[in-house]
């Protein structure tokens, strides 16, 4: 047995969570944030025997996708008379980060 965890952006956490489910795969979402953007986004765990991790990730792939934002970056700490002029940066987010742990044993109760 094989415990998937993704890490998706929010905005793919329902259709992800959706395709797995009827794939019937026991899905369980968790709310999370990340640490760059500081946005919010879901980790989605679940459990399946080692021949479905490639299906899984699979559907991962076709539910999560990058996404491209502007943001302003911080201005740096500055002297008294210096001039800073924040440009708009693009930078890539979404998409999904993928593990997949051995697990030791596992009990429905």
Same mark, same amino acid.
């Given at each position: 047995?094989?415990?998937?965890?993704?890490?998706?952006?929010?905005?793919?956490?329902?259709? =992800?969570?959706?395709? &797995?489910?009827?794939?019937?795969?026991?899905?369980?979402? =968790?709310?999370?944030?990340?640490?760059? &953007?500081?946005?919010? @986004?879901?980790?989605?765990?679940?459990?399946?025997?080692?021949?479905?991790?490639?299906?899984?990730?699979?559907?991962?792939?076709?539910?999560?996708?990058?996404? @491209?934002?502007?943001? @302003?970056?911080?201005?740096? =700490?500055?002297?008294?008379?210096?001039?800073?002029?924040?440009?708009?940066?693009?930078?890539?987010?979404?998409?999904?980060?993928?593990?997949?742990?051995?697990?030791?044993?596992?009990?429905?109760?």
């Amino acid at each position: 047995m094989k415990l998937v965890i993704a890490i998706v952006h929010s905005e793919d956490a329902g259709t =992800l969570v959706d395709a &797995l489910t009827d794939k019937d795969y026991r899905v369980t979402r =968790l709310r999370s944030s990340g640490g760059f &953007l500081k946005q919010e @986004n879901a980790t989605v765990i679940l459990g399946v025997e080692e021949e479905q991790i490639e299906d899984v990730i699979a559907v991962i792939r076709e539910t999560c996708h990058a996404r @491209n934002q502007f943001i @302003n970056p911080m201005p740096p =700490l500055m002297e008294p008379g210096e001039f800073y002029m924040p440009y708009p940066v693009e930078v890539s987010f979404g998409g999904a980060t993928v593990f997949v742990v051995e697990v030791a044993r596992t009990e429905r109760i």
